[in-house]
């Protein structure tokens, strides 16, 4: 039997066009579903940022008391209340001014903290400064924790049970967790909340990743991913600023946050499931239906019959399996699928690593907290559209390998960089986020064309996964500019070299079709004398021909 259609999904769907209603209206919902991932992952940035503050003055101090702080601020206190922040000097009788003296104490009657920037965070809410402090951190890695979890958990979950009910169940807790968290009523449930919102989010994020890649054309595909979906995150990621600059307690933020989410629920009766899950499940009419009412939205005549058996058969079940049930084993099950996968966690997780370093690092500048956070999301959302513009003017590969150099060259000349020009330090910095910002949109592209359908999600849920692990690292990597400001940079630098040369070993998908089957994962590049014919879509090698299949790559 011919299995030349099998592959030719695209070509069998072709009759709908490129950019007909369907489409245009698929793009911009599920693009619209990315805002909320956008900002749900840093408004950690105004939710439990510390506001400036001091200890209280003792309940028996009648000079110095609530009034005389709220009067003279933070500026006149330094002099009076302590050393410190966490510290305060005793209280004598008969004293005028505790200048010069040495006998301290801890803030036994809590903190005043500073309401110029915040109404309230959940550092003034609960105290979580001082022997607190670390309960800061500790939250926010918990949401990666989620992150995580759902990176790993979404993917198995969204092939078993479909693209459509994931990314809907997902985009339910992700909002109403939101909610919830905002009625917190202590630090531990609202960081128990923290993880499953994290969860939620990676979720919808990858699921709807998934979901409008599937149903579109590969011309359309890379489209939707840069200027749709990530554009989308992007946009989330802008309005974040502009949302905190007006709400300035914790709690209304996240109301306000979870409001996008309510709004795309509606949606459900407009989304279709993916036709191409469909057909790997074997629910044949059900892919028809769907492509015919893309059809109908197009205004475009669709075939008799569309799928016809000798064109689905293998999609809808392989040849030496009666039951198509596909586990994370299957990501190592044989050779080509493997070395995608093992390439894939090591690059996915040096890209972030270096993303999430360099995009902390940035919002340490000094200035205004809003707009150095509208400043940082207005350049991913430039670098989303030349990363486009750019995309099919090269090789897959070379495109990575390229952004991933430039940003680890521009880092590591910073150690060229005199100390005392922290300006060009700044400058270099920001200009090696580029180069990463531009990869790390990429890699969604370019793994979603290499994974086959039938474990697309579980394989973008491992390299996610292997993202996360490299987002919770990024911070602790930071920290040790503390003892050296160059390291972290050379660190990210090295890291971001190592993963553009592995990058080079991946094959070329630019204007090729999704793989449905992983006997149609291509193979890696094994050595400089790769050439044409081993670029192109090929099936593993069988026992039988496996001596062929090497001579073939080299």
């Known amino acids: 039997m011919s299995t030349g259609k099998v592959r ?194 990676i979720s919808s994020l990858i699921a709807s990743l998934i979901l409008g890649s599937e149903m579109l054309s590969q011309s359309v595909r890379v489209t939707y991913i840069l200027l749709g979906h990530s554009l989308g995150f992007g946009i989330g990621y802008a309005l974040l600023p502009l949302f905190a600059y007006f709400i300035r307690g914790w709690r209304m933020l996240l109301v306000a946050a979870a409001i996008p989410g309510f709004l795309f629920i509606p949606t459900w009766c407009l989304i279709p499931e993916s036709p191409r899950w469909l057909l790997q499940k074997g629910r044949v009419e059900e892919a028809e239906l769907v492509i015919r009412k893309a059809a109908q939205w197009n205004r475009v005549p669709a075939p008799e019959v569309i799928f016809r058996a000798g064109d689905c058969l293998e999609l809808m079940q392989n040849k030496d399996e009666e039951e198509q049930t596909y586990t994370y084993m299957d990501l190592i099950r044989t050779h080509n699928i493997r070395n995608i996968t093992i ?109 086959p359908t039938v474990v697309r999600n579980m394989g973008l849920g491992i390299c996610s996964t292997a993202a996360r692990i490299g987002a919770i690292i990024s911070p602790y990597l930071l920290y040790i500019g503390v003892y050296s400001r160059i390291l972290p940079y050379i660190i990210f630098g090295t890291v971001s070299i190592m993963a553009a040369v592995v990058s080079m070993l991946l094959p070329d998908t630019r204007n090729s079709k999704l793989p449905d089957l992983i006997t149609q994962t291509k193979h890696i590049r094994r050595c400089p004398c790769f050439s044409k014919e081993t670029s192109s879509t090929q099936s593993d090698p069988t026992e039988g021909n496996k001596e062929a299949h090497k001579s073939a790559i080299c």
Not at 155 to 184: E, Y
């Open 8 to 201: 030719d999904f695209d070509e069998i769907t072709s009759f709908l066009g490129d950019y007909g209603l369907f489409q245009i209206l698929i793009i911009a919902l599920l693009s619209f579903s990315a805002m909320p991932a956008g900002y749900m992952g840093v408004i950690v940035v105004f939710v439990s940022d510390t506001p400036e503050h001091y200890c209280r003055s003792s309940i028996n101090s009648t000079r110095y008391g609530t009034d005389w702080e709220q009067e003279n601020g933070f500026q006149e206190r330094g002099s009076w209340m302590g050393p410190g922040s966490c510290s305060r000097y005793k209280l004598r009788e008969n004293w005028t001014t505790a200048a010069g003296f040495n006998d301290t104490e801890q803030c036994l009657d809590g903190w005043v903290f500073s309401t110029d920037r915040y109404t309230a965070t959940i550092v003034s809410e609960w105290d979580l400064v001082c022997d607190s402090a670390w309960k800061v951190p500790f939250s926010t890695s918990l949401f990666f924790v989620g992150v995580l979890i759902g990176s790993f958990a979404s993917g198995h979950l969204s092939d078993r049970f479909g693209r459509k009910p994931v990314l809907f169940f997902t985009m339910v807790l992700q909002t109403v967790t939101a909610l919830i968290q905002a009625t917190s009523v202590t630090w531990v449930m609202f960081s128990i909340l923290n993880c499953l919102r994290g969860l939620g989010q």
């Open 343 to 451: 390439f894939g966690v090591f690059i996915w997780m040096s890209v972030t690593m270096v993303y999430y370093g360099l995009s902390l690092n940035s919002s340490n500048l000094n200035g205004n907290i809003y707009l150095n956070c509208f400043i940082s999301a207005a350049i991913d959302i430039v670098v989303y559209v030349a990363t486009w513009l750019l995309i099919n003017r090269a090789p897959r590969p070379t495109f990575l390998f390229s952004t991933l150099m430039f940003c680890g060259m521009m880092l590591l000349v910073i150690k060229l960089v005199p100390e005392d020009m922290p300006v060009m330090f700044q400058v270099l910095a920001l200009v090696g986020k580029i180069g990463v910002s531009a990869a790390y949109c990429f890699i969604y592209v370019f793994f979603t064309e290499l994974m």
